[in-house]
């Protein structure tokens, strides 16, 4: 239940990050409230997590998931660039992630 928490808490990380563009610096009024609701729920997800999964561990799963799905969908909904390289890094940090739980106890 803690990984499915983490999980959770990241999955969160990357809409209220997506939430912080959309907002316009802070400008516009229901992205920020978004990101005000969202933001503190992904905290306490990830809090909860921490309770059996090592800190370490956990926050860098939890960061982990938020850059790979935020930089995925930087490029599809923002056109922002993309090439192997970039590409390379994502798999580079997948591949920690999976490290990460796999070789957790």
Do not use: Q
Not at 15 to 38: A, E, H, K, N, Q
Not at 65 to 88: D, M, Q, Y
Request: hydrophobic share 55%; glycine share 10%; proline share 4%.
């Amino acid at each position: 239940m803690n990984w499915l928490y983490l999980l959770i808490a990241g999955i969160i990380e990357i809409i209220w990050t997506l939430g912080i563009r959309y907002s316009d610096g802070f400008t516009r009024l229901w992205p920020t409230i978004g990101v005000m609701l969202t933001t503190p729920v992904s905290l306490y997800l990830l809090a909860l997590a921490m309770r059996f999964i090592p800190l370490g561990t956990c926050y860098a799963v939890w960061t982990g998931i938020g850059s790979v799905g935020t930089a995925i969908l930087g490029v599809v909904l923002f056109n922002e660039p993309s090439n192997l390289a970039h590409i390379l890094c994502i798999s580079l940090i997948i591949i920690g992630i999976i490290g990460l739980k796999l070789f957790t106890h």
